[in-house]
């Protein structure tokens, strides 16, 4: 599916979309508790569905009634091969959580996370007693447990997904377990981890994200869970609304541990004009100007927070442009590239991404497949001399459905 979108004021009152990060813990979490946990205000994203549907492979039962999402947990393995389809987090988190039983089980994927390596995953779970292989520490990896838990290294300079699927898996081993971690990135996203499992029973305790230590033999409680707002999908509506719009987001967790909470602190470097009251927060178009942000534990706000740049009076610089090899697309090539495409210049050096902002001359454009690459240009549009066609802009589906939705409903002119 192609998008176009027109120059647009956009203005009005939205709510938050709900995150995909605490729906896909909460699902995983809901198969691990015994009885009915009731999910509300669900995130039903392509990569949520995914989750969905593989607790239902490893033996969940699900029902689904408007936001609502009901499950009744319990590992029983109907199916000897997960498919995540494009879900990293997936991928990463129930490859323990499978390895849990005592059945060989594969999991597989498509798209781009065929690329998307598996480093050292083998060898930690090799230390916790599973039989594991992989294609080259790429998909497909299969697992055969039981997982009993002990002591294991953790290599967390990648990606910081394998920990959270550990995290979720020992506390329901055999045996207790103290997992010793290097280089831990995206920290923030464990604490998302240990944000859920708290809340369905589950206590974990650390040493500085360093060393964690897990009791075993613990049991998750089936109970009502609300996910709460996404802040991945707020930033892209922030960006939207300080380069063309007057908007205000509601139904909004301004205390949330997410990494990507982060854009407000860039909004203020960047002088956009902002307010937050109570749960909610609006913004206010505003002159931009440019400003240095390290997103090295947020990398997914590297595609709104190239938008805010490249409108900005100067140049801005955004640091960590290593964590974004691998993620849906080469994103930081990703970037640079639609970003040219516009008429604004943009260069990766040395872990560090500069754009000088200037006039966005409009034009076609491509999403390189990644859901966040397509938000960011969105917002471009917003403010484009000419308008912008986004090919592959469905790719949102990933982790908004319903963004081209919602910025219509504000004012934004689609084709």
């Given at each position: 599916m192609n998008k176009t979108v027109l120059k647009s004021y956009i203005s009005g009152v939205i709510d938050a979309p709900s995150s995909k990060s605490y729906m896909q813990r909460a699902v995983a979490a809901a198969l691990l508790a015994k009885g009915r946990t009731v999910i509300k205000n669900a995130c039903f994203c392509n990569d949520a569905v995914r989750a969905i549907d593989m607790v239902k492979s490893l033996g969940a039962k699900v029902d689904i009634s408007n936001r609502d999402v009901i499950i009744e947990g319990g590992i029983n393995p109907q199916n000897n091969i997960l498919n995540c389809g494009e879900a990293g987090?997936?991928?990463?988190?129930?490859?323990?959580?499978?390895?849990?039983?005592?059945?060989?089980?594969?999991?597989?994927?498509?798209?781009?996370?065929?690329?998307?390596?598996?480093?050292?995953?083998?060898?930690?779970?090799?230390?916790?007693?599973v039989k594991i292989s992989s294609n080259n520490n790429h998909i497909p990896v299969t697992v055969k447990g039981p997982i009993i838990g002990g002591n294991a290294n953790v290599d967390g300079s990648l990606s910081s997904q394998f920990l959270t699927g550990l995290l979720m898996a020992l506390?329901?081993?055999?045996?207790?377990?103290?997992?010793?971690?290097?280089?831990?990135?995206?920290?923030?996203?464990?604490?998302?981890?240990?944000?859920?499992?708290?809340?369905?029973?589950?206590?974990?305790?650390h040493n500085n994200y360093k060393e964690?230590?897990?009791t075993g033999n613990q049991q998750y409680n089936a109970i009502e869970y609300s996910?709460?707002?996404?802040?991945?999908?707020?930033?892209?509506?922030?960006?939207?609304?300080?380069?063309?719009?007057?908007?205000?987001?509601?139904?909004?967790?301004?205390?949330?541990?997410?990494?990507?909470?982060?854009?407000?602190?860039?909004?203020?470097?960047?002088?956009?004009?902002?307010?937050?009251?109570?749960?909610?927060?609006?913004?206010?178009?505003?002159?931009?100007?440019?400003?240095?942000?390290?997103a090295t534990h947020c990398p997914d706000l590297f595609p709104p927070l190239a938008a805010l740049a490249a409108v900005a009076d100067g140049t801005s610089v955004i640091t960590g442009t290593d964590r974004l090899l691998h993620k849906e697309s080469n994103r930081a090539e990703s970037i640079k590239s639609e970003l040219?495409?516009?008429?604004?210049?943009?260069?990766?050096?040395?872990n560090k991404m500069h754009i000088t902002g200037g006039i966005i001359k409009g034009?076609?454009?491509?999403?390189?497949?990644?859901?966040?690459?397509?938000?960011a240009i969105s917002c471009l549009a917003l403010i484009s001399e000419n308008p912008i066609t986004i090919t592959n802009a469905g790719c949102v589906s990933k982790s908004y459905e319903h963004f081209f939705q919602d910025i219509a409903k504000l004012g934004a002119e689609l084709k």
């Open positions: 987090l997936s991928l990463r988190m129930f490859t323990p959580i499978a390895a849990l039983h005592n059945t060989p089980i594969t999991i597989t994927g498509e798209g781009s996370l065929a690329k998307r390596p598996l480093p050292n995953i083998q060898h930690t779970l090799k230390q916790l007693g506390p329901v081993a055999k045996n207790d377990s103290t997992l010793s971690v290097d280089n831990l990135q995206s920290i923030p996203y464990i604490d998302i981890t240990l944000d859920v499992i708290k809340s369905f029973g589950i206590d974990i305790k964690f230590l897990i996910v709460e707002s996404d802040w991945s999908g707020i930033a892209f509506l922030l960006v939207a609304g300080a380069i063309n719009g007057d908007i205000t987001i509601k139904n909004v967790n301004n205390n949330s541990v997410q990494a990507d909470i982060a854009i407000v602190d860039a909004l203020k470097e960047a002088g956009v004009n902002y307010t937050i009251v109570d749960n909610s927060i609006r913004v206010i178009k505003s002159k931009i100007k440019s400003f240095n942000f390290n040219n495409k516009l008429g604004i210049e943009c260069f990766v050096r040395n034009g076609t454009t491509d999403s390189h497949n990644d859901h966040r690459i397509a938000m």
